[in-house]
């Protein structure tokens, strides 16, 4: 008890220095950021580990490291280049160098620690630094009043620390250490970050939008719509962010690009009455037209023009009034006894003790304060509503009409039906061939075997029952060979026992160690269930082949009117939907029924793919259960 | 040795038919579908039922269900299962009783009358008789398994054949060696596995099943 206190202000005062010191090196850190370069992200990570440990050694308080595990070294394909995503490199160390600059900053932890560095100066390390600085001021001071604050400095160093390691906790312990209230305060905070972010943005539309309105008039800068074209992309990037931010999704609204001109016989192309010996002239023009009767590049320019009105109402006013109240009001009275302690400097009226701001003199004194952190606390509490009000008004305008809805609809569902009949043909041809090569060709050699026995039987009884054995043989491996193209086509097993058991059924025949969970109240859709069998079964043969995983679990459940599976792996992750790829494949067969394919496979794994695919569920026959195989 | 018969395809059930009948069964009742197969079993208590696993009405998995349920009904009831493609679930859910008595052939094996009779003659003798491609299915699902590692080639061979249900003195002849040599070998094997030596068949063909069917999961 006694040593606690007595060591109390000691270990404040480490805590405070070495807060200090994260501040140093985080400034650093970010400076030599913009040079490109990332391993000392790496290095700096000594202090937060450093912290953790006397975290635990000193108050028990248990903190593991939250870092990713580090990517795994690349290796080579065959052809000794290595690869990542569809860029191929010669050398490892550009590879090794963006593997690890994403293993660190795509690790939150790496963002909490800065955050932490960043406040800790002014907000736990301060605290924890109190009891020191209070018996250091007592050399200060006369002998009457030296020993009540030595005294104080002992008494409140427990406190202190509590303080410090409340504080820290949430930021360099791993997500599911907070609270229900960090939680929220979490949710909060970064709703605030991002109001404050929109406002940013918004401060750059204003040019912007100047820009867009003039180019209007032809002549005066660039060409409207090329820059409309290509202003899109920052649009596209909005309409992301929305998204993100508010979990709402915002569609792309614009009309699908007209189709590539086809050439007369003669070779020319037509338009209107008018005959081009190119097409890019052709195509150029098109895209213009598109580009101005689009409603969406109206709808586009017209948001990029309110949204810095709506930004200062919705994001810049909180921001402002929160940061005020919180550090003009507040936060000034809360350490103002220091500056009064050592000086005889009096505030002003009013407790703001930055001059910015106006002195609240109209209210007692004690109001101040109180004022302040009410306001702060309620324009914090407002923040997540505030964004969500700010997220509906960009859909109000970067959403797509129905009719675009419609246009796009019809786009996609054209360019689905293409593949899904691709598909088809491609599947049909492979039946026909395999057919062709294999059975059919078996069976002509039966009959000719047969043919000949009937020729022998009665001169060469031994030769004949050599040849019917050669046509038995014959037999079965047709029968072998047709058994594997019905499973090629749809197997047994899943019109025998449906989705869940055939699924079961390709774990049992996988070389790994396979964990199936089935939620099915009835039975799926054939052509659903049949898709989804074959993307399973070629995300775990995926699985068998790249990842080098031990083990996989298979989910699959359906709710709100969907089936959703989800393939998990313990693998080495770093997998990615390459165009032409098995996973485009699945992506792409899955499209057909509205269905979509989610990865998260950060380098060093694990991988968990999800499928979606609205279906409804027909008999009601029951199958819920677990098993492993 | 009276038999139920059950299978959809006319040609298939006529044929099998007169195989079982040329070979001294006695075919009680020939079937086409699930409902009458489940009668045929009630009704007609044979000593063994050969039962294709696809049956009108619903052409799903018919006559397996009716097969297990006659199973819960009569514990340890012969059952030779044919289907068109075997796979270890199936498998899993004829064996997971351990009664024996029990098998799940391709309908490819009836092109061999002789081993397909046989099969028939050991599942009603209460053994087993499960098709090579379910026991090398297992097999395969438990490569990784270190104990099964351990066996050389030739104990492999052995135990293929072993959970297939064949007595030693048929491996012997179906390997081209001695009966003693092939005790010799299931004894390593056994040892290998740690399971318990037995000279029954029908009991070593469950343990090895038991001991494939339980590693994997």
């Known amino acids: 008890m006694l040593r606690r206190h007595a060591l109390a202000p000691v270990r404040g005062l480490v805590l405070s220095g070495l807060s200090l010191v994260g501040f140093a090196q985080v400034i650093v850190a970010f400076v030599l950021s913009f040079t490109g370069v990332v391993v000392h992200f790496q290095l700096e990570r000594w202090l937060p580990n450093l912290v953790r440990r006397l975290m635990g050694a000193w108050f028990g308080v248990h903190v593991p490291q939250p870092y990713r595990p580090k990517p795994p070294p690349p290796t080579p394909e065959p052809d000794g280049w290595y690869r990542e995503g569809n860029q191929l490199y010669r050398r490892t160390w550009l590879l090794k160098y963006r593997r690890r600059r994403d293993w660190i900053h795509r690790d939150m932890a790496t963002h909490r620690d800065h955050m932490w560095e960043l406040a800790t100066p002014f907000t736990g390390g301060l605290a924890a630094g109190v009891p020191a600085l209070l018996i250091a001021a007592a050399v200060l001071v006369p002998w009457w009043a030296a020993i009540p604050l030595v005294v104080t400095g002992f008494a409140v160093g427990p406190l202190a620390l509590e303080l410090y390691v409340r504080w820290s906790v949430p930021f360099l312990g791993t997500d599911d250490v907070l609270g229900p209230f960090w939680a929220w305060a979490k949710t909060q905070g970064r709703a605030a970050g991002r109001l404050a972010q929109a406002c940013g943005m918004a401060l750059l539309d204003i040019p912007y939008a100047l820009f867009l309105v003039v180019s209007i008039f032809p002549g005066v800068v660039g060409f409207f719509p090329q820059i409309m074209a290509e202003y899109r992309l920052v649009a596209n990037a909005r309409r992301r962010q929305l998204t993100k931010w508010t979990g709402v999704p915002i569609a792309e609204p614009y009309l699908p690009p007209p189709p590539p001109p086809v050439p007369r016989p003669d070779g020319t192309y037509l338009a209107g009455k008018r005959l081009h010996d190119r097409p890019d002239e052709l195509i150029r023009n098109q895209a213009i037209c598109t580009t101005y009767k689009d409603k969406a590049t109206w709808r586009d320019l017209l948001w990029l023009v309110l949204d810095p009105i709506v930004v200062i109402v919705l994001c810049l006013v909180p921001v402002l009034l929160g940061t005020a109240a919180f550090f003009g009001y507040f936060w000034s009275w809360v350490w103002s006894w220091i500056p009064e302690l050592l000086s005889s400097a009096r505030p002003r009226e009013g407790w703001a003790y930055l001059d910015l701001l106006p002195g609240l003199g109209w209210v007692p004194r004690w109001a101040t304060p109180v004022i302040g952190f009410v306001v702060a606390a309620a324009v914090f509490a407002a923040a997540s509503a505030l964004l969500r009000l700010y997220g509906r008004w960009g859909g109000l305008l970067l959403a797509p009409t129905r009719s675009a809805e419609l246009a796009r609809r019809v786009a996609q569902l054209t360019e689905t039906r293409t593949d899904a009949i691709d598909t088809q043909a491609a599947e049909l041809r492979r039946i026909e061939r395999d057919l062709h090569d294999g059975a059919q060709a078996r069976w002509v050699a039966m009959g000719l075997n047969l043919g000949a026995v009937e020729r022998l039987i009665d001169q060469d009884p031994q030769a004949a029952k050599k040849l019917l054995a050669n046509a038995r043989n014959a037999s079965a491996e047709a029968l072998v060979e047709l058994r594997d193209l019905v499973r090629g086509i749809h197997p047994p097993v899943l019109s025998e026992r449906g989705l869940g058991d055939a699924v079961r059924a390709l774990a049992l025949d996988s070389a790994l160690d396979v964990h199936v969970a089935v939620d099915l109240p009835g039975r799926v859709t054939a052509p659903v269930e049949a898709a989804v069998y074959f993307a399973v079964n070629e995300l775990l043969t995926n699985v068998g082949k790249h990842a080098r995983a031990q083990r996989a679990s298979i989910d699959i459940r359906h709710y709100n009117e969907r089936l959703r599976v989800t393939v998990s792996d313990d693998g080495h992750g770093g997998a990615s939907v390459s165009p032409g790829g098995g996973l485009d494949g699945v992506r792409r067969r899955l499209a057909t029924f509205d269905g979509v394919l989610m990865l998260n496979s950060p380098p060093g794994g694990p991988t968990t793919v999800t499928l979606e695919v609205p279906c409804a569920l027909s008999s009601p026959r029951t199958s819920t259960s677990s098993e492993t195989a | ?217």
């Open chain 2, 1 to 217: 040795m009276r038999v139920v018969l059950a299978e959809d395809l006319y040609l298939l059930r006529d044929g099998l038919t007169h195989l079982l009948t040329a070979h001294g069964f006695e075919v009680v009742a020939a079937v086409s579908s699930g409902p009458e197969l489940v009668r045929a079993l009630d009704e007609l208590s044979p000593d063994v039922a050969i039962v294709d696993v696809r049956l009108p009405p619903t052409f799903t998995d018919e006559g397996l269900q009716a097969a297990l349920e006659a199973r819960r009904k009569v514990p340890a009831l012969p059952v030779l299962v044919l289907s068109q493609h075997v796979e270890q679930l199936y498998a899993r859910e004829l064996l997971a009783d351990g009664a024996g008595a029990i098998g799940y052939l391709l309908k490819d094996r009836v092109l061999n009358s002789d081993q397909f009779i046989d099969a028939v003659r050991r599942v009603a003798a209460g053994g087993t008789a499960m098709d090579p491609e379910v026991i090398s299915k297992l097999l395969a699902s438990n490569a990784r398994n270190e104990p099964l590692a351990a066996l050389s080639p030739r104990e492999r061979e052995v135990l293929e054949l072993m959970a297939g249900g064949r007595s030693n003195a048929a491996i012997a002849s179906q390997l081209f060696v001695s009966e003693g040599a092939v005790g010799k070998h299931t004894a390593n094997i056994f040892a290998k596995l740690q399971l318990a030596p037995s000279d029954d068949t029908n009991r070593r063909v469950l343990a090895v099943l038991a001991y494939l069917n339980s590693t994997s999961s």
